[in-house]
C-alpha cells in the first residue's frame, strides 16, 4: 500500500456535556483546532491507500466504529496480518510518529468477528494494542491489551537506598528525581516495547555503578550532581515523547504538542535503533582501551618528526594491531530523545536530535546523519581522558610539561601520541600570543593553555573522526552534509572563519602524504569549489556558505592573513594527524558500513519511498545516506524513520 503524502489530524477533544470525548478527524491543523478545549490533543497521521484510490483524510468520524491502535509493529507485516484474516469489513489504514504506529478503522458493521481474530493474532505475536468504540465520535468504551509489566524493584530499590544516603538537599532532590523517573520509563517500557526497556534497565544499572563510586571516592560531588541532571533531563523528555501515546492513551500527554495524543514512541525507537547500531560497532573496538594499553608498547616508538610530519605512520593499522584488554565494562546505551532547544547534542550518557528531524530526517539540513557527529564526541571525550591530563593533578601537568620539552624521549606509544597532543596545544599557543615560549615559561602557563584549547582541539579531532569513520574519508559528501547542516542552526555568523578551519583539518585527513607547501593550497581550493555549488541549495537568509565563500575570497587577496591561517592550519593538522594514525582502523571502518544481508545494497535501492515492504535494513546508516535528498516531505521522512525502526535486523524484539 501507498503512503498518501498530506497529513490529516486526529483529534481528542471534550464533548459537550464535559464528561466524554469527542474524535475529530481533520484535514488541516486550522481545522483540527476548531473546537480546541482545555483538555484537546492531536496528532498528525497519515492514510494508507491502494494506488490510484482516493485517501480518507478529513471529516468527524460518523456512525458506529471501532477505532483501533496497533504498535508497535512493522506495517507491513500488519497489512498481511489484515489481508490474511478474510473475510474482513471495511476499514482505513493510518499510520503514526507514535509508538502506536498505526491506526485502524473498522465499521462496527460485521466487525465482531474480524476484531476477535485480530485481535487474537495480535496478543500472540505480543503487540500491544488500544480499542476505542466511537458513536458518531464520541467515545463509547475503551479497552487495551499491553505486554506484562516487569519485575525491576531489584534496580529500584538499589537507587533508592543509596540515595537515601544522600543528605545534601541538592543531591537528594535530584535522586528522588531520578529515582522516580527512571521507574516510570521502566514500567512504560516494560509493556510496550522490551528491547528499549533492557537498554533503559542498562541505564538505570550504570547509574547505580555511579553512586557506588561517588560513595567509594572516585567521583565528586559535582560529577555526580553533573550526570544525574544530565540522565534526568535525558530520561524525562524520552519518557515524554516515546511512552507518551502508551495504553491507555488518555492517561499520559506528549510535550512536544503537535504530538501530544500519540507521542513519538516510533521516531525514538528509530533514534535509538541507528545510534544502537553505531554505538555497539565503535564501542566493542574499545579505542579508549586500546589506547591506554599502548603504554606497554615501548619498541619502534616515533620520534617528534614521525610524528608531526613523517608519512611512515600513516601506513599502519596501530588499533588494529593492538589487542583488546582482557576486562572492560559493559557498554552502556545511550539514552536518546528529540530536543527544539538542544538540537543535534550529546552528553556521555545521552544525545539528541532536533524536532525538526522528526519532520525531515533524511533532509540535507536536518539530517539524522548529523547524529554521527555527536557519538564521535562521546568517544573523543573518552579518548581525551586517556591522553590529556587533569588540571588538578600536578604530577600528569609536570608529565606534560616534560613531553613537550626538545630533549625528551618518548618512554612508550601512549606517550608519544600526548606529545603529539600537547605538540598541537603549545604550538596554537605560540600563533595566538605571535611569540615563542621556552621550556620554563610553557610550565606554569600548560594548566591554562590545555583549558583555553581543549574545545578547540576536541572539536577538530571530532570532525576528522567523524569523516574518516562515517563518512568513508569522502570530502565532497561530507562537506555538502556539515555546511548543509550548520546552515540551519541560527546565530553562528561570527563562527565561520573557525568552521572552516574544522572543515579543512578534517577532509586534510586526506592530504597528509602531499608536500607541505602545497598542503594548505589543495584544501582550500576543494573545499571552496565544493561550497560553491552548496551555496545555491541553501536557500534561505543567512547563508552562511555564502559568508564562508566570501571569507575565502578575503585570504587570497590579503597574503599576510593568508599565511597566517595556513600556520594555524598546519599545527592544527597535528591533531588531524592523531586520529589518522592512532584513532582509525580501516578495519573498524568497514565494520560500520557492513550489511550483514548479501544483498543489503540493492535492497535499500528497491526500497521505494512511501511504500511499506518486508525488504529488511541490515545497515541503517547506509539507508539514510541512501535516502537524503533537499527537501523530502513529512510522509517521506515518517516513512524513513519507520523503516529505521522496523525494518532494521537490529532491532530485536519488535512485532514482525
Known amino acids: 500500500m501507498l503512503l498518501d503524502p498530506t497529513p490529516s489530524y486526529l483529534v481528542v477533544n471534550l464533548a459537550q456535556d464535559g464528561r466524554s470525548r469527542r474524535v475529530v478527524l481533520a484535514d488541516s491543523l486550522t481545522r483540527a483546532i476548531d473546537g480546541w478545549t482545555a483538555g484537546s490533543r492531536v496528532s498528525p497521521i497519515w492514510s494508507l491507500r491502494t494506488p490510484g484510490e482516493e485517501p480518507n483524510r478529513a471529516g468527524r468520524l460518523v456512525g458506529s466504529q471501532h477505532l483501533v491502535f496497533v504498535g508497535p509493529i512493522q506495517t507491513a507485516q500488519l497489512l498481511a496480518d489484515i489481508e490474511a484474516l478474510q473475510p474482513s469489513p471495511s476499514l482505513d489504514i493510518w499510520v503514526t510518529a507514535g509508538c502506536f504506529n498505526a491506526i485502524v478503522v473498522v465499521d462496527a458493521v460485521a466487525a465482531e468477528s ?96 555511579t553512586l557506588v563510586d561517588h560513595a567509594n571516592r572516585k567521583i565528586s560531588v559535582l560529577q555526580l550532581q553533573s550526570t544525574l541532571l544530565s540522565a534526568n533531563a535525558a530520561l524525562s523528555r524520552f519518557s515524554s515523547q516515546a511512552l507518551s501515546g502508551t495504553p491507555p492513551l488518555e492517561a499520559t500527554e506528549c510535550h512536544f504538542w503537535i504530538h501530544s495524543l500519540l507521542g513519538t514512541g516510533s521516531a525514538n525507537i528509530a533514534l535509538a535503533t541507528l545510534v544502537s547500531s553505531i554505538q555497539q560497532i565503535m564501542g566493542e573496538a ?72 522528526l519532520a525531515e530526517c533524511n533532509s540535507m539540513r536536518s539530517s539524522l546523519l548529523t547524529v554521527t557527529h555527536e557519538i564521535s564526541h562521546i568517544f573523543v571525550q573518552a579518548v581525551l581522558r586517556v591522553l590529556m591530563p587533569a588540571l588538578d593533578d600536578k604530577d600528569a601537568i609536570g608529565q606534560a610539561c616534560r613531553l613537550v620539552t626538545k630533549q625528551y624521549r618518548c618512554r612508550n606509544y601512549l606517550e608519544a601520541i600526548q606529545r603529539l597532543l600537547l605538540e598541537a596545544v603549545v604550538g596554537m599557543e605560540f600563533v595566538s600570543r605571535d611569540m615563542h615560549m621556552g621550556d620554563d615559561e610553557i610550565a606554569p602557563s600548560m594548566p591554562e593553555m590545555l583549558e583555553r584549547w581543549r574545545h578547540e582541539l576536541q572539536e577538530i579531532i571530532v570532525h576528522t573522526f567523524d569523516f574518516l569513520y562515517f563518512y568513508a574519508g569522502k570530502p565532497d559528501f561530507y562537506i555538502r552534509g556539515i555546511w548543509h ?122 526500497k521505494k519511498p512511501f511504500h511499506y515492504d518486508f525488504i529488511p535494513i541490515g545497515n541503517p546508516l547506509r539507508f539514510l545516506k541512501e535516502h537524503q535528498k533537499e527537501s523530502p516531505s513529512e510522509a517521506e521522512s515518517l516513512w524513513v524513520l519507520h523503516c529505521i525502526a522496523f525494518d532494521t535486523s537490529l532491532s530485536k524484539g519488535i512485532s514482525t
Open 114 to 209: 474480524f476484531l476477535e481474530r485480530w485481535f487474537r493474532k495480535l496478543q500472540d505475536q505480543g503487540t500491544p494494542h488500544e480499542q476505542w468504540v466511537l458513536s458518531d465520535g464520541l467515545i463509547t468504551s475503551q479497552a487495551h491489551f499491553a505486554l506484562p509489566p516487569a519485575d525491576d524493584r531489584d534496580i529500584l530499590s538499589e537507587l533508592g537506598e543509596l540515595g537515601e544516603r544522600y543528605d545534601n538537599p541538592a543531591v537528594h532532590t535530584t535522586l528522588q528525581e531520578n529515582l522516580v523517573v527512571t521507574a516510570t520509563t521502566l514500567a512504560r517500557l516494560a509493556i510496550m516495547h522490551p528491547p528499549l526497556h533492557a537498554e533503559l534497565r542498562a541505564v538505570a544499572e550504570d547509574m547505580r555503578d
Open 286 to 357: 574499545r579505542i579508549p582501551e586500546r589506547l591506554a594499553a599502548l603504554e606497554k608498547r615501548t619498541v619502534g616508538i616515533p620520534d617528534l618528526d614521525d610524528l608531526t610530519s613523517g608519512t611512515s605512520l600513516l601506513k599502519y593499522d596501530i588499533l588494529k594491531e593492538t589487542a583488546l584488554p582482557d576486562s572492560h565494562k559493559p557498554i552502556v546505551p545511550l539514552v536518546c530523545y528529540f530536543s527544539g532547544r538542544d538540537g543535534f547534542s550529546s552528553q556521555v550518557k545521552s544525545l539528541s536530535a532536533p524536532l525538526t528531524t
Open 485 to 606: 547542516s550548520w546552515c540551519a542552526i541560527p546565530g553562528i555568523g561570527d563562527r565561520v572563519p573557525e568552521y572552516l578551519m574544522r572543515t579543512l583539518c578534517a577532509v586534510s585527513a586526506n592530504l597528509l602524504d602531499v608536500k607541505p607547501e602545497i598542503r594548505f593550497r589543495a584544501a582550500l581550493n576543494h573545499v571552496q569549489k565544493v561550497l560553491a555549488q552548496v551555496s545555491p541549495e541553501i536557500g534561505h537568509s543567512p547563508n552562511y556558505v555564502e559568508q564562508v565563500l566570501r571569507h575565502i575570497a578575503k585570504l587570497e587577496e590579503d597574503n599576510a592573513a593568508f599565511q597566517r591561517t595556513e600556520q594555524e592550519y598546519s599545527l592544527r593538522l597535528y591533531l588531524t594527524r592523531l586520529v589518522t594514525i592512532f584513532l582509525f582502523s580501516e578495519e573498524l571502518s568497514n565494520r560500520v558500513f557492513k550489511d550483514p544481508h548479501p544483498v543489503g545494497g540493492e535492497g535499500y535501492a528497491a
